[in-house]
């Protein structure tokens, strides 16, 4: 996702927080479709950081349904100042995106292309 927000631009993965007792994988595939209408299917946990106090748990996932649009509280959210533009590359090429956020997510990502391409 690109993300422009007081100016400032950068990448992120769309996310977000693990309901009480929900897997992260249920998580992943919830905030998704939340977030942009797609339904989708975890292939793999690609790797979890600690960010801001918190695990972060990223995956490999497929959409397998549905049509990419911003909605839910992110759309609501979104003004001259705080925009959310979803765009696919390809995961080789992602982790050279500029502005990564957070940056050891951006890292993890380039050492597993590196070592293993998906």
Do not use: D
Not at 20 to 40: F, K, N, Y
Not at 50 to 76: C, D, M, T
Not at 94 to 107: D, I, M, R, S
């Amino acid at each position: 996702m690109r993300r422009i927000k007081n100016g400032n631009e950068y990448y992120c993965f769309p996310g977000g927080s693990i309901e009480e007792g929900e897997a992260p994988s249920h998580a992943a595939v919830r905030e998704m479709h939340e977030e942009t209408g797609l339904a989708a299917r975890v292939v793999e946990e690609l790797f979890t950081i600690e960010n801001q106090g918190r695990s972060e748990h990223y995956f490999l996932i497929i959409p397998s349904a549905g049509v990419p649009e911003i909605i839910g509280e992110e759309k609501g959210w979104m003004n001259e100042t705080n925009q959310y533009h979803l765009e696919w590359h390809a995961l080789g090429k992602a982790w050279a995106l500029p502005n990564w956020y957070p940056v050891e997510a951006k890292e993890k990502l380039r050492a597993l292309l590196q070592k293993s391409p998906l």
